[in-house]
């Protein structure tokens, strides 16, 4: 049964290796990732990891962080080249896991008149570490509940998808629509671990890259992005780095304290599954 992973990455040298390397491992078949004009060494690594792994590269030109159009073209190649069965659209910074079982697992036992999943996603904070290993490997703690920091409301969950020639991936790849998409069911049998602020470099990199993006950006109405577009605000009135020290990141006394009162809790299991999967090119 064919799965195939989409992404859209731009400088995330320290996270992608170790994604893929994961989602094959969980039965993954193919992976198609569109690299939009990083600078930080991403792109020669997808094409080290291109040379032993079946990975799929397409450039496209840093522009107005038109993710949902070129989602969807990876998510149609992804029915018309691969013939996937499963189409799931993440980022970099996203891991499908399937506890106690794997993806494949659980997408082959998926009822046949369900076309589309809606999983759950869980924010891992950024922590003191030493940066030696994929973040992973290093962040171990979530938050219980994950809010959108602009909204307040519980972050959108992800879709995965049954492969449709004519289906369309909205912005963040949140929903997919096609005709051939009928039945749509949450799931709790799979989670996104989610990993979208790892340092302080590392925000500053991906609030300038999307930011940008979105601000030239005239097909998408401005809620969408609500988040990117608030922190590139920061970003541009030289608040960014308080935004992170003050909201994100756990030094040791805030994590003890939020480990304490049950916000944040203790999470390993990713960490020890990629413990099991060889990561070559990182």
Avoid at 100 to 127: E, M, N, Q, T
Avoid at 270 to 281: E, K
Wanted: hydrophobic share 40%.
């Amino acid at each position: 049964m064919p799965i195939v992973l989409t992404m859209m990455v731009r400088d995330e040298r320290d996270i992608v290796a170790s994604n893929i390397a994961h989602h094959l491992g969980q039965g993954v078949s193919e992976v198609i990732v569109t690299d939009n004009g990083s600078v930080d060494g991403t792109r020669d690594l997808l094409a080290d990891l291109a040379r032993t792994m079946p990975l799929t590269i397409i450039d496209e030109p840093p522009s107005d962080w038109s993710q949902g159009r070129w989602v969807t073209r990876m998510a149609r190649m992804a029915h018309d080249r691969f013939h996937a069965r499963w189409v799931i659209n993440g980022d970099a910074d996203e891991f499908f896991t399937a506890p106690g079982s794997s993806l494949a697992a659980v997408l082959d036992d998926a009822p046949a008149d369900c076309d589309l999943l809606w999983v759950p996603r869980h924010d891992f904070v950024p922590i003191d570490r030493l940066h030696r290993e994929a973040p992973p490997l290093e962040m171990l703690y979530r938050k219980r509940e994950s809010l959108n920091p602009v909204s307040k409301r519980p972050i959108a969950p992800k879709a995965i998808h049954r492969g449709a020639a004519d289906v369309l991936i909205g912005q963040g790849c949140h929903d997919a629509f096609s005709p051939m998409l009928r039945t749509k069911r949450p799931t709790a049998a799979i989670s996104s671990f989610h990993y979208p602020i790892r340092s302080r470099e590392q925000f500053r990199s991906k609030v300038r890259n999307a930011g940008s993006g979105y601000a030239i950006n005239r097909e998408l109405p401005p809620g969408v992005g609500d988040r990117m577009r608030y922190w590139y605000a920061l970003l541009q009135r030289g608040q960014l780095d308080d935004e992170y020290f003050r909201f994100h990141h756990h030094d040791a006394k805030l994590l003890r304290e939020r480990l304490a009162s049950g916000e944040v809790l203790e999470d390993a299991y990713l960490a020890t599954t990629l413990r099991q999967v060889p990561v070559t090119g990182s």
